[in-house]
């Protein structure tokens, strides 16, 4: 069964900072792995999908690493800002294809202070 | 593109009544839905499986007389707890995949039990 972990479980640094979210998973046969973000009350925006083959992913001040033979999956965020603040969530499919159901990690609650 | 509703956003109703939640891609067709719960402060957990045209797969510990699910077409899926309790108080978010892998997320509902 699939397992996937997310350290550390809320985190608040202030505006600028650089940090780094991760995610590790018990099953490294996944097809891909996938960032998303989850502001209060509201329903998950994807930020990054990474392929099983890809080592990481980038969109703006995000990058995404994988490292599928550790079990460990990174997210970066450079220079954070106020409007960062949200929960994050990393998941994998359960199945073999992307679009299969997917386990989620239990979130990192990200807290940026102007 | 790929946008995905949800109606009602939030819900509330008596013990022991129905609600019924509806999952739409606006812009696309959706041969697979996926209803997820996600309890305060907690990760998403998949519920089940809806495929347009066929009877839904529940995850394990679902009960599917209780959560029924219905996907008519390739655009509405619907999420019916019937009898709720006030242990059915969540909020339920539908995911929507094209031919393609990715899946897309509903901005979800939260439903309230009294």
């Known amino acids: 069964k699939q397992e996937v972990t997310q350290i550390p479980a809320a985190l608040s640094v202030p505006e600028g900072e650089n940090l780094v979210l991760n995610c590790s998973f018990t099953?490294?046969?996944?097809?891909?792995l996938q960032w998303f973000r989850q502001d209060p009350g509201k329903g998950l925006t994807s930020l990054l999908l990474i392929q099983s083959s890809q080592r990481e992913q980038t969109s703006g001040r995000l990058n995404a690493s994988l490292d599928k033979s550790s079990g460990r999956s990174t997210l970066y965020i450079a220079a954070s800002q106020p409007g960062d603040s949200a929960t994050y969530l990393c998941?994998?499919?359960?199945?073999?294809?992307?679009?299969?159901?997917?386990?989620f990690g239990e979130g990192t609650q990200l807290t940026v202070n102007p | 593109g790929a946008v995905v509703s949800q109606h009602p956003s939030r819900v509330i109703c008596k013990s022991g009544t129905s609600v019924k939640i509806e999952c739409r891609s606006l812009?696309?067709?959706?041969?697979?839905m996926f209803w997820y719960r996600q309890f305060p402060k907690q990760s998403l957990m998949l519920m089940a499986t809806?495929?347009?045209?066929?009877?839904?797969?529940?995850e394990q510990g679902v009960e599917k007389d209780k959560f029924l699910i219905n996907h008519a077409s390739l655009t509405l899926s619907t999420l019916t707890v019937t009898s709720a309790h006030p242990e059915d108080s969540s909020f339920y978010i539908c995911?929507?995949?094209?031919?393609?892998?990715?899946?897309?997320f509903g901005p979800g509902t939260r439903l309230t039990v009294t």
């Open positions: 995911s929507a995949r094209t031919g393609g892998r990715r899946q897309y």
């Open positions: 998941a994998v499919p359960l199945g073999e294809t992307s679009g299969s159901r997917l386990t």
């Open positions: 809806s495929n347009e045209g066929s009877k839904a797969t529940y």
């Open positions: 099953d490294s046969a996944i097809y891909n």
């Open positions: 812009d696309f067709q959706a041969t697979t």
